[in-house]
């Protein structure tokens, strides 16, 4: 997607209110997608934006995706906690954990 016409926390508004269902971001994939809402995490400097402006962009990246405003917050908290959205290839999802049993003292 070509977003590049939009640079400022006030064109989001303009657009989110001209734009009810028109413009939509098609991705190929989900790590299209994800790489697009990673880039504009960047671009409006997301993590260090007012509460306000956080809403606003994550409005945003939820009308363009078609993703619901819960899966948004989701990926975001992703890209907080790991520093990307897509969990790395080498990243083990399960967790294997292992159990001792208590040995008998008597």
Request: hydrophobic share 35%.
């Amino acid at each position: 997607m070509n977003d590049d016409f939009v640079v400022t926390i006030n064109q989001i508004k303009e657009f989110l209110k001209l734009n009810k269902e028109g413009a939509v971001f098609k991705a190929q994939n989900r790590k299209e997608r994800n790489l697009w809402i990673e880039k504009v995490l960047a671009k409006f400097l997301y993590f260090s934006c007012r509460k306000k402006h956080k809403t606003i962009i994550k409005n945003y990246i939820a009308r363009m995706t078609g993703l619901s405003k819960t899966q948004v917050k989701k990926l975001i908290s992703r890209k907080k906690k790991f520093g990307r959205i897509s969990p790395s290839e080498n990243q083990n999802t399960k967790t294997s954990v292992m159990f001792q049993c208590p040995t008998s003292t008597t």
